[in-house]
């Protein structure tokens, strides 16, 4: 399936900016099963654009610096990707949960697509013995790595309600936890705790999900936004395995990967330092159309080769 994808991003000042430097993870990653064709980003009023390095997680980061005062900044993404990625089917010979977590910790690939980054709590996904006991009959150590992964996840979306008024971008999982309810993010984060408390590799997904529901399907949670998911490490022979507990599904062709870290700090779609006296506010828009109903064609750049 190939996606046109457009993120819009706009900032309104109670007053006058007089400098901002950010970071933009806005432009989705090369990951199995998905390529990035072509990227545009567009910045307005003002501001200056330069690559810029990682500093932690898989993702493509541009400076942001805008020194022309402003009262407002609209940010525009657009990107055209392929996606063709199928979905997994659990199997007798998959590796246990206990093969993957002794495979994990004999690893010797320490790059960002390593599993050793991923093992351990990070600021914003710390143990919580609550959590990893909520999470334990599912993750039994005999049991196999994908057929437990779908369960914790399909748990997950089962007890927890989706609500968007239950928690802010700062909740933390505890809290999440406790009120049962909240938005993708809460629960990636709820599902990374536990499946990191049981020794397993697990990442914090960031991207999209289509907008356009195939015909007779439910739309899925989390369209019109950005959407985060769990990357579970499933051993060498199998690599990352991605489970939207939001939805209780895999991700598969519906799902867009933009950044993949140890947790939403990582990977923001946008953050950084603005030097004003007044209040902001932010506001967001997200369509994923495929290509057979494609969104106005922008003035792309094709992506060039590494």
């Known amino acids: 399936m190939i996606y046109e994808i457009r993120h819009v991003t706009r900032f309104d000042y109670g007053a ?3 400098f901002a430097r950010c970071n933009l993870r806005l432009q989705p990653i090369d990951w199995p099963g998905q390529r990035l064709e072509r990227y545009k980003l567009t910045v307005e009023p003002a501001g200056r654009t330069s690559p810029a390095h990682a500093e932690a997680g898989l993702a493509h980061v541009t400076r942001l610096i805008v020194d ?3 009262r407002s900044l609209t940010i525009e993404s657009a990107a055209r990707v392929v996606v063709d990625r199928l979905i ?3 199997s007798p010979d998959d590796p246990t949960l206990a093969q993957v977590a002794a495979m994990a910790r004999a690893s010797r690939d320490l790059s960002a697509a390593g599993p050793a980054g991923y093992l351990f709590p990070s600021p914003l996904i710390p143990l919580d013995r609550q959590i990893a006991d909520w999470c334990a ?3 039994d150590p005999d049991r196999g790595a994908l057929e437990a992964g779908i369960a914790l996840a399909r748990r997950i979306q089962d007890e927890f309600e989706f609500d968007a008024d239950a928690t802010l971008v700062d909740t933390t999982p ?3 936890f406790l ?3 909240g938005v993708c993010q809460d629960f ?3 599902m990374i705790t536990g499946l990191r408390a049981a020794g397993l590799p697990a990442a914090y997904a960031s ?3 289509r907008t356009i529901p195939p015909p007779g399907e439910e739309r899925l949670v989390g369209a019109d936004a950005t959407h985060a998911w769990v990357l579970l490490w499933c051993g060498p022979a199998i690599g990352w395995v991605g489970l939207d507990p939001t939805n209780g599904i895999w991700m598969a062709g519906d799902h867009i990967v933009m950044a993949i870290g140890r947790d939403y700090a990582e990977i923001a779609p946008v953050d950084g330092v603005v030097l004003g006296s007044g209040a902001q506010q932010m506001d967001v828009s997200v369509d994923v159309a495929p290509q057979s109903d494609p969104l106005p064609a922008p003035d792309f750049q094709p992506i060039a080769a590494a």
């Open 137 to 139: 009959p599912d993750l």
């Open 16 to 18: 006058s900016v007089k």
């Open 68 to 70: 022309t005062p402003v």
């Open 188 to 190: 990636a984060q709820i």
């Open 179 to 181: 009120k049962r309810r």
């Open 88 to 90: 997994p089917i659990p």
């Open 174 to 176: 505890h809290e999440a």
């Open 207 to 209: 991207g999209y999900i």
